[in-house]
């Protein structure tokens, strides 16, 4: 079993709707990241949570330490938000990270 | 400067070839990460480098070989590879020791082994 899991594997919405993409996780953790990777492309970080919520722009993650959960949410959705959204935590201070497997999001005109 | 730079960005390579792949850092991070990555996969630990040690080698064939020679730089040597090598190699790297610590990717180096 995967120490991270994310929910939907895969995700297609029409231009302006509200997108909620899930990370579970079952270990404990000291920070949560949530990265994007454009087809063929570099991943880029969109977060890192350790407590609460952030907002860049039109995308918003929150993290549960508790309930061991974070989402993802992007609100007013664009064509150009089409990447894949991974979740990966980091357990305490070591340099170790674990992913999960992914969310492949399309976002159709 | 928040970029990791990785050369060359594409590299095709015969089974017999000797080549390697660059990474560089000015972030003054000393946690530096070798991925592996397969079409439509997460990616895959390789290696982490920790103030210039390996501190972390995932069973990685001996065909690959990292080396850190400074903080800023990090470097993969490939020989005798095989076609299910060929993947996307990308370079993190991060605060060491500091939980907090964002991580930042390179755009990877496409690889291709014929």
């Known amino acids: 079993k995967n120490e991270v899991e994310q929910s939907p594997q895969n995700l297609t919405a029409q231009e302006g709707e509200f997108i909620t993409i899930n990370c579970s996780y079952s270990v404990g953790i000291s920070a949560l990241h949530w990265l994007q990777q454009h087809p063929g492309g570099g991943i880029v970080s969109l977060f890192m949570l350790s407590s609460g919520k952030k907002k860049h722009g039109r995308l918003i993650a929150t993290i549960n330490i508790q309930e061991k959960h974070s989402s993802l949410h992007i609100t007013a959705s664009h064509p150009r938000d089409s990447a894949v959204y991974i979740c990966a935590v980091r357990r305490g201070t070591g340099n170790q990270f674990y992913f999960g497997t992914g969310t492949s999001l399309t976002v159709i005109p | 400067d928040t970029e990791v730079t990785q050369t060359p960005k594409h590299l095709v390579m015969g089974m017999t070839n000797k080549k390697s792949l660059k990474c560089e850092q000015h972030m003054g991070h000393r946690a530096m990460y070798w991925y592996k990555q397969k079409a439509k996969k997460p990616p895959e630990l390789m290696f982490v480098?920790?103030?210039?040690?390996?501190?972390i080698n995932e069973s990685v064939p001996s065909r690959f070989s990292p080396e850190c020679p400074n903080s800023s730089l990090s470097n993969l040597h490939l020989h005798a590879l095989q076609p299910e090598d060929s993947a996307l190699y990308l370079c993190a790297s991060s605060q060491s020791g500091r939980s907090y610590g964002e991580l930042f990717f390179g755009e990877g180096s496409r690889l291709t082994v014929l």
């Open positions: 480098y920790s103030y210039e040690k390996l501190s």
